[in-house]
Nanobody, 124 residues
């Protein structure tokens, strides 16, 4: 059974940093695109970042480009999201996800597996 577990969320002041981790278990996902999404209260889930199988290609939403960095360690079946210069508008539940294949996508429907989410709250 595939399971994704996120960690690293919390409360931070604006301008601060957090590092999210997402460990996958149940099978190996070395060849799959992995991504991060977030959902703020009253809003739809939105794409944050994605990374290809090797880590050589990364993709970001415009709102986080230059502040967030996605990376992965295939040996640990883990993907990370380093978040710097956090803003109050970054407050949301952050979800990691695994794509159905090796193609990049910003659409949540293209991702087959999801974690339970971790809360990130940025105070002003």
């Amino acid at each position: 059974q595939v399971q994704l577990v996120e960690s690293g969320g919390g409360l931070v002041q604006a301008g601060g940093s957090l590092r999210l981790s997402c460990v996958a278990s149940g099978r190996t996902f070395s060849n799959y695109v992995r991504g991060w999404f977030r959902q703020a209260p009253g809003k739809e889930r939105e794409f944050v970042a994605a990374i290809n199988w090797s880590g050589g290609r990364t993709y970001y939403a415009e709102s986080v480009k230059g502040r967030f960095t996605i990376s992965r360690d295939n040996a640990k079946n883990t993907v990370y999201l380093q978040m710097n210069s956090l803003k109050p508008e970054d407050t949301a539940i952050y979800y990691c996800a695994i794509h159905r294949g090796s193609s990049y996508s910003t659409k949540s429907n293209d991702y087959a597996y999801w974690g339970q989410g971790t809360q990130v709250t940025v105070s002003s």
